[in-house]
């Protein structure tokens, strides 16, 4: 019983607080109007995704992909590009690009932390400019999404990197929901001493994208 009391106590202190609603009262022998206004609203949040490579929409995930490039011997140097692997189309390096956002037009960037190095005293490095991007539309289109090719930042061709050359995604009605797709290939203009350059953090291969609303 003294459980039941302090509930009943509790709701007889709280239901003063709720306001009134609007409410009208008419008398009169004729025709009779009254009226009671609700006011709605609508909240929603603020959304940014930026998806390099394999994922979902809307989704995190945090694996980070490989796109590797293996030059045959007899192609060392040779001027002519070479596709490599890794990505998430075709088998080969080609990365899925999906932004959505609803906050105005979205500022897309990458950041490097310099070349591609063997990490070997004295060894050449790959600079970033032979890591060549090329922009499409994805084979097909997501509904919702407008699918056609998004520039690709350049990337910081610095001793010690840092970010690229940003691009703008301009917004249609505030909101951008936009998807492409990026090819990378490798130059392959030097005649590098074998070894692996990149490859880790550590050798200066991580990119890391990023995408940004006011």
Request: hydrophobic share 40%.
């Amino acid at each position: 019983m003294k459980k039941r009391f302090l509930l009943v106590a509790a709701l007889a202190a709280i239901v003063p607080l709720a306001a009134p609603a609007e409410s009208s009262s008419v008398t009169g022998a004729g025709g009779l109007s009254g009226h009671a206004r609700l006011d709605f609203g609508v909240t929603g949040p603020k959304v940014l995704f930026l998806q390099v490579d394999m994922g979902t929409s809307d989704a995190d995930n945090a694996a980070v992909d490989n796109i590797n490039f293996t030059v045959p011997a007899g192609s060392v140097g040779n001027g002519k590009a070479l596709w490599g692997t890794g990505g998430d189309l075709f088998s080969a390096s080609v990365v899925t690009v999906r932004l959505l956002g609803n906050g105005g037009d979205i500022t897309l960037n990458n950041t490097t932390t310099g070349a591609l190095s063997t990490g070997i005293a004295g060894n050449p490095t790959v600079p970033w400019s032979d890591i060549l991007v090329t922009t499409s539309a994805l084979p097909s289109a997501t509904p919702g999404f407008t699918n056609g090719a998004i520039a690709h930042p350049t990337f910081n061709t610095g001793a010690g990197g840092g970010p690229g050359a940003p691009i703008t995604v301009a917004a249609a009605g505030r909101t951008v929901r936009r998807e492409g797709l990026w090819l990378y290939t490798y130059a392959n203009q030097k005649a590098l001493p074998g070894g692996t350059y990149g490859g880790s953090v550590s050798n200066n291969g991580l990119v890391v994208y990023s995408a940004s609303v006011p």
